[in-house]
């Protein structure tokens, strides 16, 4: 996930197009095309909320031809193979269906299915990307999940455009 500094996903109207910094921080880390390339590869399967998905294909599918499951009690299509529209319960999907088949499942995009994947106890791990920007306002990402629930940070990476990622384990 990335976020404000605020803690912010997106602003009130929706718009993300605050991701892209224009901040440089010399000490950061700029990636490479071989770098995200092995970071996609390192992915199983993907499992998104039907926004997140939706906004995915606006931005021309960052997910290749890598399994994704989309959440979702809409009616919507593909015509892409690995994408799989599920309206099962996200503990039942995970346990059930995606555990056997997957080692490497990543949750993307979205506060509400995050916030659900977490309460469920349905994730190992956070990662979150925080941008040099204050928004103000706009959609959180956490707000009442509802239980305390202990991290510990696994690595924390400055990027060269003020970007930080933080990266945590859930504790249980």
Request: with cysteine; net charge negative; glycine share 6%.
């Amino acid at each position: 996930m990335v976020s404000s500094l605020d803690g912010f996903i997106a602003k009130k109207d929706g718009s993300v197009s605050w991701l892209r910094s224009t901040d440089y921080y010399s000490k950061g880390k700029s990636l490479t095309a071989e770098e995200m390339e092995q970071f996609n590869a390192s992915i199983d399967c993907y499992v998104m909320g039907s926004r997140t998905y939706q906004h995915a294909l606006e931005l021309g599918w960052p997910y290749g031809e890598t399994p994704v499951v989309v959440l979702t009690h809409r009616k919507l299509s593909s015509d892409r193979k690995n994408i799989k529209f599920s309206a099962k319960d996200p503990t039942a999907l995970v346990n059930d269906e995606l555990k056997s088949k997957f080692k490497n499942i990543w949750m993307v995009g979205g506060s509400k299915l995050a916030k659900e994947f977490l309460r469920l106890d349905l994730a190992d791990d956070i990662v979150i990307a925080f941008m040099p920007i204050l928004l103000g306002d706009g959609l959180l990402f956490f707000d009442f999940i509802g239980k305390e629930q202990r991290l510990h940070l696994k690595d924390v990476t400055a990027y060269s455009d003020g970007m930080v990622e933080l990266w945590y384990e859930i504790k249980n």
